[in-house]
């Protein structure tokens, strides 16, 4: 229980391999502690994570769940510091291919945290977070640093 609530978000195989116990042991103490009402589960894509019961609202699971996969958290990052951005600019900074990016925006549109639109006179078409939600993730950042490499914004 204390590994889940000092690492809100982690996954069952991440809770096996950091604390040096078999998937089995982990698999029964998450059932019984989820049974208990102890803790919550979160499913993000293929994983389920975990946090400590009420410590967290869905926008802010959903968030550090996302900081916790490397490309989607930078994303998070990058719009957090500097928004709206431009499609273009955004892969740049993140050094990946406008496909990938493409791959990650729907997913984050999808799940209702990024918009996309012509914004503020733009010219073309950008990205920015749903309102509220830089402040989770700023807050995230802050609270898991070592979650997210945060990227540099030219």
Not at 138 to 146: C, I, K, N
Request: charged share 20%; proline share 3%.
């Amino acid at each position: 229980m204390a590994f889940i609530l000092t690492n809100p978000g982690v996954y069952m195989r991440e809770v096996s391999e950091d604390l040096g116990l078999s998937m089995g042991v982990v698999q029964y103490h998450i059932w019984v502690l989820a049974r208990d009402g102890e803790i919550e589960e979160c499913r993000t894509g293929r994983y389920r994570r975990f946090f400590g019961a009420a410590k967290y609202e869905e926008d802010e699971r959903k968030v550090i769940s996302l900081m916790r996969q490397g490309t989607a958290g930078r994303i998070l990052a990058a719009l957090s510091e500097a928004q709206p951005m431009q499609h273009s600019k955004l892969a740049d900074i993140l050094g990946i291919s406008s496909q990938a990016l493409t791959w990650h925006m729907k997913r984050l549109l999808t799940m209702g945290l990024v918009e996309a639109g012509v914004f503020q006179g733009q010219a073309t078409r950008a990205y920015r977070l749903v309102d509220g939600i830089a402040q989770v993730v700023r807050a995230s950042a802050f609270s898991l640093p070592s979650l997210v490499d945060m990227p540099v914004i030219r």
